[in-house]
């Protein structure tokens, strides 16, 4: 059976491009070291920001529908760094440049070592930046599990 091994790409509609732009430049390229590139698609201008893991992509919407996390769709999307001390970093350099991330702190509720930091985009799609834990690292590392 194919297995999938990652996201290949996620695409996000965004109200208006040229405010969602220096915020996910900010995030993705200046804080995560992403790639960028712009393209057109049936018209439609598109902002792709990439690593050597996947793909995230910014569109127009084409209505003006609030996002609502709690609505069926998107609740939030987390993206991974590799240590508690990274989690750190990405959450100074997002405040420093304005970005309301929460401080990068632990939450043992979720995992003994699980840190992260909290913040959303312009149109209120959440964001979360945390590191890889110990459980992850064994799930890869030991797969398929015993």
């Known amino acids: 059976m194919p297995e999938a091994i990652g996201i290949d790409h996620i695409y996000i509609s965004v109200s208006d491009l040229a405010r969602a732009e220096p915020f996910y430049d900010q995030v993705l390229v200046v804080a995560l070291g992403f790639r960028k590139n712009t393209f057109a698609l ?38 991974g760094v590799d240590s508690v001390e990274d989690v750190h970093a990405v959450a100074d350099q ?29 149109d209120g799609i959440r964001l979360e930046v945390t590191n890889y834990r110990q459980e992850r690292r064994d799930r890869h590392d030991r797969w398929p599990p015993a």
């Open 42 to 79: 049936s018209g439609d201008p598109h902002i792709q920001y990439f690593n050597r893991h996947f793909g995230f992509v910014l569109r127009p919407a084409r209505s003006a529908v609030p996002h609502d996390s709690y609505a069926p769709g998107l609740h939030h999307f987390c993206l």
């Open 94 to 122: 997002l405040r420093a440049a304005g970005i309301a991330a929460s401080a990068a702190r632990l939450y043992p509720e979720y995992a003994p070592d699980y840190c992260a930091t909290f913040f959303s985009d312009p």
